[in-house]
């Protein structure tokens, strides 16, 4: 298992503002992700952080708007760009081992964004 | 593209009740299928299926696949106010460890 911290716990942030949501995982993981659950929704996978190089985005997510940093196995960045009210969300950070059959993705704690 | 579809969207029950759940979902070179409960923030995990016919059961919570009508049941039997959560399923493929999500079911269980 993995415990996994992310920050901010929640914001209020204003329109046209950036914010970067942390993760911090206590052990080295192999993959980490970041999903997004807009109010009433399910989650929905933004990118895959990839150690080392640019992450890979999912159909309708762009680098421009969701930048994402991993510099080494335990930590990633999320940032939230130039932000609207369409984007107050939560941002849930999770992590994988790769040829972990067992099957489980590992969430934190989320960060909760409202963009007024 | 992997698609998971998840009935019904909500639900209301009282105590004891016992509640299925349904997930249904169409995936490429399907490898998985998770359950979750989410009451917060945070989804925690409840179980994992990959093969058809074997109930995997945890307390009063079980779940089962058929990957031949490519859906999923999970069950709780005597629900307790503390079930009151939303239930998500998620489906993986053999391209990587990345989940699809379904749009989940809402339980409400009132005393």
């Known amino acids: 298992s993995a415990v996994i911290s992310q920050k901010p716990s929640r914001d209020i942030c204003q329109r046209g503002t950036s914010l970067t949501i942390q993760c911090q995982v206590d052990?080295?993981?192999?993959?980490m992700f970041w999903y997004r659950q807009q109010p009433g929704q399910s989650l929905t996978l933004i990118a895959t952080?990839?150690?080392?190089?640019?992450?890979?985005?999912e159909s309708g997510f762009v680098i421009d708007k969701f930048p994402i940093s991993r510099p080494n196995l335990t930590f990633s960045t999320l940032t939230v760009s130039n932000m609207s009210p369409e984007d107050s969300s939560i941002y849930l950070c999770?992590?994988?081992?790769?040829?972990?059959?067992?099957?489980?993705?590992?969430f934190g704690e989320g960060s909760r964004l409202t963009v007024l | 593209e992997d698609k998971v579809v998840q009935s019904p969207l909500s639900l209301v029950v009282h105590e004891g009740d016992t509640v299925t759940l349904n997930c249904s979902y169409e995936?490429?070179?399907?490898?998985?299928l998770l359950w979750y409960k989410q009451e917060k923030k945070a989804p925690t995990f409840l179980f994992m299926l990959?093969?058809?016919?074997i109930e995997k059961k945890s307390g009063r919570l079980s779940s089962i696949l058929d990957k031949k009508e490519l859906f999923s049941i999970l069950n709780i039997t005597a629900t307790q106010t503390g079930d009151s959560a939303i239930y998500l399923c998620?489906?993986?493929?053999?391209?990587?460890?990345?989940?699809?999500f379904g749009g989940g079911t809402r339980l409400m269980v009132k005393p």
């Open positions: 999770s992590v994988a081992w790769a040829g972990d059959y067992t099957g489980e993705l590992f």
């Open positions: 052990s080295q993981v192999t993959m």
């Open positions: 952080a990839n150690q080392g190089s640019e992450a890979t985005y």
């Open positions: 995936v490429t070179n399907f490898r998985s």
């Open positions: 990959t093969s058809s016919g």
């Open positions: 998620a489906v993986r493929n053999n391209a990587g460890n990345m989940l699809t």
